[in-house]
Nanobody
Framework: QVQLVESGGGLVQAGGSLRLSCEASGSTFSSYNMGWFRRAPGKEREFVAAITHNGGSMKYTDPVKGRFTISRDNAKNTVYLQMNDLKPEDTAVYYC?????????????????WGQGTQVTVSA
């Protein structure tokens, strides 16, 4: 069992940056592929980025490529999402999740453990 706690959300102007953190409890964090998802107002939760258990491979949704970077520090049981050049359409609740699959996946159903989310609001 993994418990996940996100932090780092907030209000930022368009063009600004935020770094989200997700700290995991338990000693098995380094065995999980990790992902970030978001749910914008009135929309379904969607995939943002994912990283393999050892940080060797990443995957991004097209709208954030070149602006967002996912990384992890297994010694700190933490996964990060660096978000640059933020746009109003990035406004959402951001969730981190731990995957039960050995390959990077984008489907919500493949992620077993979820955090509570952190709000990111980007003003125009």
């Amino acid at each position: 069992q993994v418990q996940l706690v996100e932090s780092g959300g907030g209000l930022v102007q368009a063009g600004g940056s935020l770094r989200l953190s997700c700290e995991a409890s338990g000693s098995t964090f380094s065995s999980y592929n990790m992902g970030w998802f978001r749910r914008a107002p009135g929309k379904e939760r969607e995939f943002v980025a994912a990283i393999t258990h050892n940080g060797g491979s990443m995957k991004y949704t097209d709208p954030v490529k070149g602006r967002f970077t996912i990384s992890r520090d297994n010694a700190k049981n933490t996964v990060y999402l660096q978000m640059n050049d933020l746009k109003p359409e990035d406004t959402a609740v951001y969730y981190c999740a731990a995957s039960g699959y050995p390959i990077l996946t984008v489907a919500l159903v493949t992620y077993l453990h979820w955090g509570q989310g952190t709000q990111v609001t980007v003003s125009a």
